[in-house]
């Protein structure tokens, strides 16, 4: 069974930067790529970034491209984001899950509780 636990999350000032880590299990990570999700208040679970299972390609929405920086340690089973500069409109629920690199921005396994992200301007 897969596992998903985000952390991370937390209150932050515009400008300000976090860095989120999902702790992983149940499958086998070193082959599988991995991506960060978020759901902002009343909206939907939205793509920020993929990175795939070889490191050798990285994705990201337009909205968070040069600000955010997703890495992975396949000796800890752990994916991370790096996230600067943060803005209000940043607030969400993160979440990981593994994707497939031909759909990147699908979830495959079930979702974690997630990490709260909050910007405050």
């Known amino acids: 069974q897969v596992q998903l636990v985000e952390s991370g999350g937390g209150l932050v000032q515009a400008g300000g930067s976090l860095r989120l880590s999902c702790a992983t299990s149940?499958?086998?990570?070193?082959?599988?790529?991995v991506a960060w999700f978020r759901q902002a208040p009343g909206k939907e679970r939205e793509f920020v970034a993929a990175?795939?299972?070889?490191?050798?390609?990285?994705l990201y929405a337009d909205s968070v491209k040069d600000r955010f920086t997703i890495s992975r340690d396949n000796t800890k089973n752990t994916v991370y984001l790096r996230m600067n500069s943060l803005k209000p409109e940043d607030t969400a629920v993160y979440y990981c899950?593994?994707?497939?690199?031909?759909?990147?921005?699908?979830?495959?396994?079930?979702w974690g509780k997630g990490t709260l992200v909050t910007v405050s301007s």
């Open positions: 990175m795939d299972w070889r490191e050798f390609s990285t």
């Open positions: 149940g499958r086998a990570f070193r082959y599988s790529s």
């Open positions: 899950n593994f994707v497939t690199w031909s759909n990147p921005m699908d979830g495959m396994d079930s």
